[in-house]
């Protein structure tokens, strides 16, 4: 039997926990203000109560691999335990990887983060297209094949990225709208929801795209970038329903006590409801 594909289970989550995504983010200045050391030690801990506070709450988590990535191999280890906890309760885990490359080593990275039997294995990974879509396809294809899902950078938060994001294909389109479009191909018939997303920016205004990919639409910026839950219809439109907003700081910054992490997720929660329900 195929696993049931990742669009699905993220409708699904959003549907019944509501569409917040919570980035497990540990870099230095976090882990001080939380009274930890810039260590493995305070990683773990970070980490370990980040997910005890919000797994079996919020749709999706999204750690960051560099910020485990800069301790090692034992940092790595943190990383693995807490895909396997959050996935154990209840959370879908989005690897914020944003690997892009080309044949065997793109799929060594599939092979990473989208087939089941490695300790990375997570629910959904982010890529980047901008070495062209088609060197995604080992991505796309592993997905496919563990019910996995896949966010490709499109129109993102940090205001360098429209030098290449924004620049005109050779038939008038957008490289962005281009990959949007692909994104749309690869999500076709796709039903309640396709598992190919995009990321796009909250703090965009107007996104000046067409983002009906019939996939879900992941939206940094909110909190410290500047993005509000209010700014999420003028965004995304008709779209909106298909956010799954991305917020860091906002959460995190109420740590290190669980109460205060989860209280903040679900006034975030309840603002993002009500945005989108009064659009």
Request: charged fraction near 20%; charge should be negative; proline fraction near 6%.
């Amino acid at each position: 039997m195929s696993p049931e594909p990742f669009g699905a289970r993220l409708r699904r989550a959003m549907d019944t926990r509501g569409p917040l995504c919570v980035g497990i983010d540990p870099h230095a200045s976090l882990l001080t203000a939380w009274g930890l050391g810039d260590d493995v030690a305070g990683l773990e801990r970070f980490t370990r109560t980040t997910v005890e506070a919000l797994a079996d709450r919020v749709a999706v988590l999204k750690p960051q691999s560099a910020f485990f990535e800069r301790f090692g191999s034992r940092g790595i280890a943190v990383l693995e335990k807490a895909v396997e906890e959050a996935r154990a309760a209840g959370a879908l885990v989005l690897m914020d990887a944003k690997r892009g490359d080309i044949g065997s080593t793109m799929g060594a990275y599939a092979a990473t983060y989208l087939e089941p039997g490695s300790p990375l294995f997570s629910d959904a990974v982010t890529v980047s297209p901008y070495l062209g879509f088609g060197s995604l396809r080992p991505a796309l294809d592993a997905a496919v094949l563990s019910g996995a899902g896949v966010f490709v950078l499109a129109l993102t938060s940090n205001p360098e990225g429209a030098e290449v994001q924004r620049a005109t294909a050779a038939d008038g389109r957008s490289l962005a709208q281009l990959m949007l479009d692909h994104m749309a191909a690869e999500n076709e018939g796709a039903a309640p929801l396709g598992s190919v997303g995009a990321v796009v920016g909250a703090t965009l205004g107007d996104a000046g795209a067409d983002l009906a990919i019939n996939g879900p639409l992941l939206a940094p910026g909110i909190g410290a970038q500047g993005a509000t839950p209010a700014d999420l219809p003028g965004v995304f439109g008709a779209s909106v329903g298909n956010v799954v907003p991305s917020v860091s700081r906002g959460v995190l910054s109420r740590g290190p006590h669980v109460a205060g992490l989860r209280e903040a997720a679900e006034r975030l929660t309840d603002e993002i409801r009500a945005a989108v329900a009064g659009r």
